[in-house]
């Protein structure tokens, strides 16, 4: 099992946005940078943990925990033209982008803001700490276990 953290503006789909679906699970749709696409497409596996992540607001924050239930296929969203995410040069012969499904833990009783991970000296390796503009980032076991700690969690 590996850790991720993926990042979302909870105006576009938010962590309860996440509990409202259909059995809790959705797809992780319209990621387009590569590097993101390619921990989709080739590292995220079933079972991996997300720390869900609202980013683009004013106080940004780790707010809850889901887990992978689908690992990477191609993401339909962009063969649709009616769809935000429609990348012409996408076709299904040549998908060009992935998508995860993911299904909803739980909340933390404490969001852990951007703030308080970068006043952690613990968690100063973290992509997010060095501004990182990724949507889709690793996580290690460590820093999973900083961040449940800081919001409340126990952690075995």
Known sequence: ???WLFKTEPGCFSFDDLRNCPDMTEH???VRNFQARNF???QVQVGDRVLFYH???PEPAV??????VRAGYPDFTALDPDSEHFDPKASPQNPIWYMVDVRYLEALPRPVTLERIK???LLAAMPLVSRSRLSIQPV???QWHMILSMGGMKTP
């Open 28 to 30: 992780w749709d319209g």
């Open 40 to 42: 989709l497409r080739d």
């Open 140 to 142: 290690t076991a460590d």
């Open 1 to 3: 099992m590996a850790f």
């Open 119 to 121: 006043t952690n000296p």
């Open 55 to 57: 980013s683009n607001i």
């Open 63 to 68: 707010v809850g925990l889901a887990e992978v």
